[in-house]
């Protein structure tokens, strides 16, 4: 964690005895905000008295480029945006425009779609919690997750060339069927993830050292979850029982069997234990998806390439690894974008950082940090 | 909810907040409000009254003469959404911050701040968010021209 000392200056406690505040920059130490995450903290000693996270070094203006582009070459710009998680960006592109331009969607592609989300969602809690983890110096179970992330990282490398911008879920359908076999391999998958997840659980939530540094730390509260727009896990572990795929269902969630995975405390060791039993959810959904897909194609047959919407605006949401990521369009009519807006659950659930980490110690910062979970491209977009 | 309550909802609503014009439309969905700028933040408060406790978005379309500003509300209780919209015009961009009401406009404000030069009144903090302190113009204004800026050929 490289720690550069910018300027201190002086001040005093209420009876009046010097003190000095420090200013210290924490560079990049979740993983996934790798160069582009910085947070300014004022230090009394060794307390966070204010932590300010500086935003927009990864800003590429992708609502801006979406303007000059045609609806269908917006897709893998959407890639870029959670780039741990691609495939809700992409999904939630897609519904909109379907939403905006009346596209129907192939059964056999939303059940595609379904797994490969929750595939995704498992591949991105395990980079999520797995980074947190190895902030607090569990190097094992950052390599345990990230062999499960692998595994989906190579399924989705099968399915689609890629191994992290998928450009899979287009308007109108996803961009190929399964290979071969492949459903095997997922099921496979989903046996092999039930088979170790208790042991990936007591590996860092069982251990003492992590409940020490976790437990207690950074608690928000269900209100103020609510209030400041949170969203996913990290909305769910302080109990607020609000997820998309129940309560605002799409696709063809509303025929599967599963629970949302609701924390009590809504503490950094919450957020990270919902993770890690939502994943457990995910693999029932795909169990349940791969029992039930049917044959049929996997695009709208005669869609034409360029979709040209009538003038309106749509916006559509789904729940994502991190919350609910929600893109709204506008069409003017013309083949390209009028404007496009991304909802991001990172970049909400990142204004949280200043007030959680508020009173705890630095070293806290790095696990109410890496709890939240931001992924900065989505940050920044 | 369904369309019938939502409308009962907002004419009460529009009862005691006679600025309120029903522009009510389920085109995509949702319902759409509209309301003039100056009413916008005596609404938000109307609509957090009635159980819309949570700010999902808040964004903006540059309409050339206007800007439209775009709240996305949601209420987990009444299992609703709903767009209000408010517009105002391009020479004289300001509204009032709706901070007080959602906490979580705070950053989304600021975005929208940054890249189309709306103030936001009574907001606590607006500074520039995703571009550096010292950005001259704000991109997503339909108009705003840098000659760094890459454009792709018209060839569709």
New interface residues.
């Given amino acids: 964690m490289p720690m550069t000392i910018e300027s201190s200056r002086p001040a005093s406690t209420p009876d009046g005895t010097p003190v000095e505040e420090l200013v210290v920059n924490i560079g990049p130490s979740h993983p996934s905000t790798h160069g582009v995450g910085r947070v300014i903290v004022h230090l009394d000693g060794d307390i966070v008295v204010r932590a300010e996270p500086v935003?927009?070094y990864l800003?590429r203006?992708i609502?801006?480029m979406a303007e000059?582009?045609?609806y269908l070459q917006v897709v893998p710009l959407t890639d870029r945006l959670d780039y741990v998680g691609s495939m809700y960006a992409n999904w939630s592109y897609c519904r909109a425009v379907e939403?905006?331009a009346g596209i129907r969607v192939p059964e056999r592609a939303e059940y595609l779609r379904v797994i490969v989300c929750e595939l995704q969602r498992i591949a991105s809690h395990m980079m999520g919690i797995g980074a947190s983890a190895a902030d607090t110096g569990a190097s094992t179970f950052f390599i345990y997750a990230f062999d499960h992330r692998e595994r989906i990282v190579e399924l989705f490398e099968e399915l689609c060339g890629a191994r992290l911008t998928y450009n899979y879920v287009r308007p109108g359908g996803v961009s190929y069927d399964a290979p071969e076999g492949w459903f095997d391999r997922v099921t496979a998958f989903t046996q092999a993830f039930r088979y170790g997840f208790d042991e990936l659980d007591q590996l860092y939530f069982g251990n003492a050292i992590a409940r020490g540094r976790l437990k207690g730390v950074g608690v928000l509260t269900p209100e103020?979850a609510?209030?400041?727009?949170a969203s996913g896990p990290t909305a769910r572990a302080s109990g607020v029982n609000?997820d998309l795929r129940k309560?605002?269902p799409y696709s063809v969630y509303p025929r599967m069997d599963f629970d949302v995975v609701v924390g009590e405390r809504g503490d950094a060791y919450d957020r990270g234990r919902c993770r890690l039993f939502e994943c457990l959810e995910s693999c029932r959904i795909i169990d349940q998806a791969v029992a039930q897909i049917s044959g049929g194609p996997v695009r709208t047959e005669g869609l034409r390439r360029?979709i040209a919407p009538k003038p309106?605006?749509?916006?559509d949401?789904i729940e994502s690894a991190r919350g609910?990521l929600?893109i709204?369009l506008?069409s003017d009519g013309t083949?390209k974008p009028?404007?496009m807006?991304v909802?991001s659950p990172a970049?909400?659930n990142l204004?949280l950082l200043p007030m959680l980490a508020e009173g705890h110690t630095l070293s806290d910062l790095i696990v109410v940090l890496g709890s939240l979970d931001p992924v900065f491209g989505e940050v920044?977009? | 909810m369904t369309h019938d309550e939502m409308t009962a909802l907002l004419e009460r609503i529009a009862a005691h907040n006679p600025v309120l014009f029903p522009l009510f439309s389920l085109e995509f969905g949702d319902a759409v409000v509209g309301v003039e700028r100056g009413e916008l933040l005596a609404t938000c408060r109307d609509l957090f009254d009635a159980g819309f406790d949570r700010l999902g978005m808040v964004t903006a379309v540059d309409r050339g003469e206007v800007f439209v500003l775009v709240y996305r509300l949601h209420s987990r209780s009444l299992s609703a959404a709903i767009f209000v919209k408010t517009q105002v015009p391009r020479h004289d961009p300001w509204v009032d911050t709706v901070v007080d009401v959602w906490p979580a406009a705070l950053w989304q404000e600021r975005e929208v701040f940054d890249l189309f030069g709306v103030e936001f009144q009574g907001h606590p903090d607006l500074r520039r968010i995703l571009l550096p302190e010292d950005f001259v113009g704000h991109p997503l204004r339909k108009d705003y021209d840098d000659p760094r800026m890459i454009r792709r050929p018209d060839y569709i």
């Fill in positions: 935003i927009g800003h203006g609502e801006k000059s582009r045609t939403r905006l103020d609510v209030a400041w727009g609000w309560h605002d360029l309106g605006e749509a916006y949401h609910s929600g709204y506008v083949p009028y404007r807006h909802r970049f909400c204004a920044d977009r």
